[in-house]
């Protein structure tokens, strides 16, 4: 992972990270969704995402979101080296196949 696209991945991190330890969960999984999308293609940073995902909907009781997760979680292990859907978020909410469009600060991370 290169520095910049590392820098960016890990400032989104971060940031979910500190506002689940606030119970600000709603904000937490934004940035976690935006992490998500810069780590999606590197096996460790995928996981992670779907991991601190997993770990709001615990907390929260959505046990659809859990559930979600763990499939996301394998799949994760298994896929990142071969096919990832760009700019998919990875929240259970949406098709873990379709990509979707990346938000312009993210683009420009990916593109450098």
Not at 30 to 40: D, N, P
Not at 87 to 104: A, D, H, Q
Request: charged share 20%; proline share 5%; hydrophobic share 45%.
């Amino acid at each position: 992972m290169r520095q910049t696209l590392k820098d960016a991945f890990c400032f989104e991190m971060d940031a979910g990270i500190r506002l689940y330890m606030l119970n600000e969960f709603d904000a937490a999984f934004y940035h976690l969704e935006r992490a998500h999308i810069l780590g999606q293609r590197y096996i460790i940073p995928h996981t992670k995402s779907h991991w601190w995902m997993l770990k709001v909907g615990l907390k929260q009781h959505k046990f659809r979101d859990v559930f979600g997760q763990v499939t996301r979680i394998i799949a994760s292990l298994l896929f990142s080296k071969i096919w990832v859907p760009m700019g998919n978020t990875g929240g259970s909410n949406v098709n873990p196949l379709k990509p979707m469009p990346i938000p312009e600060d993210l683009k420009k991370v990916l593109q450098s």
